[in-house]
């Protein structure tokens, strides 16, 4: 089991950029897993936004998020991030953190691991 920790949410105005980032621990080699950032508005379903493969970089993104945000990793400090760029009002949403075993997906139920949640709030 991978524990996440989120951190980088908060208030910020339409067009800003926000980082996002998931200390996992603890220290492990990461090289079966992926690693992937959902979020979920208020009143609405969990939804696929990133995901990154530990070994090979191979990323996957949601289709409202493409072009936006960028989902990257960080070997030595066992950390992913996602880079959030153009920031508009439907952003606003608790963002989580996952990890599982295997290949990149999109479904949320072939992820295992979930952290807290850190809110990012984007205002007009």
């Known amino acids: 089991q991978v524990q996440l920790v989120e951190s980088g949410g908060g208030l910020v105005q339409a067009g800003d950029s926000l980082r996002l980032s998931c200390a996992t621990s603890?220290?492990?080699?990461?090289?079966?897993?992926?690693l992937g950032w959902f979020r979920q508005a208020p009143g609405k379903g969990r939804e696929f936004v990133a995901a990154?493969?530990?070994?090979?970089?191979?990323?996957l993104y949601g289709n409202s998020v493409k072009g936006r945000f960028t989902v990257s990793r960080d070997n030595a400090k066992n950390t992913v991030y996602l880079q959030m760029n153009n920031l508009k009002r439907e952003d606003t949403a608790i963002y989580y953190c996952?990890?599982?075993?295997?290949?990149?997906?999109?479904?949320?139920?072939?992820?295992?691991?979930w952290g807290q949640g850190t809110r990012v709030t984007v205002s007009s």
């Open positions: 996952t990890a599982r075993v295997g290949v990149v997906a999109d479904y949320e139920t072939r992820w295992y691991d």
């Open positions: 603890p220290r492990r080699n990461l090289g079966t897993y992926s």
């Open positions: 990154i493969k530990w070994s090979d970089d191979t990323t």
